[in-house]
C-alpha cells in the first residue's frame, strides 16, 4: 500500500494541475544541454555532489527514459523551465539543488524525478 511519502502515491495525479501551471509559462528557447550543464556547475559550486549524480543521470537517460507517461511530463523540458528561471531571476536558490539531491536517495526513477522537479517548478511559477 502506497502512503503520501511515496513518490509513486502521486503517479497519475498531477498531470491536470501540471498542465495548468506550465500553461503559463513561455516555453524556454534554451537547449536541454545548456541547461543540464548549467545545472551541473552550479551544485558543483554550491558543493552538492547528490545534485550532479541526478543531472548525470538525467543526462545519461535522455530521451524516452526521461519521460513519465503516468503524468505526461518530461524531466528534460522540467530542468529546461527551471534553469530558464534561474538565469532569469538569479536568486538564493539552493533549495532547487536541495530537491535535486534527493532525487538521487529518494526517487531516482522517471516518475520520481518528474516529481521532485515539477514540485520545483510549482515553487518558482505557482
Known amino acids: 500500500m502506497l502512503n503520501k511519502l511515496d ?3 502521486y503517479d497519475g495525479k498531477i498531470s491536470a ?3 495548468t501551471i506550465l500553461s503559463k509559462i513561455s516555453p524556454p528557447n534554451i537547449p536541454f544541454e545548456e541547461a543540464i550543464q548549467a545545472l551541473k556547475w552550479w551544485s558543483g559550486y554550491l558543493n552538492y555532489p547528490e545534485a ?3 543531472l548525470e543521470l538525467i543526462e545519461r537517460e535522455k530521451g524516452n527514459k526521461n519521460f513519465d507517461p503516468t ?4 524531466t528534460e523540458y522540467l530542468v529546461v523551465v527551471i534553469w530558464d528561471k ?3 531571476e538569479p536568486q538564493e536558490y539552493k533549495y532547487i539543488f ?3 539531491s534527493d532525487v538521487t536517495t529518494s526517487g ?3 516518475m520520481g524525478r518528474v516529481k521532485r522537479l515539477f514540485q520545483v517548478v510549482k515553487s518558482l511559477y505557482d
Request: with cysteine; glycine share 0%; hydrophobic share 30%.
Open 52 to 54: 550532479i549524480k541526478t
Open 98 to 100: 536541495e530537491q535535486l
Open 86 to 88: 534561474i538565469k532569469k
Open 71 to 74: 503524468d505526461n511530463l518530461n
Open 7 to 9: 513518490t509513486h502515491f
Open 108 to 110: 531516482p526513477c522517471v
Open 17 to 19: 494541475y501540471a498542465e
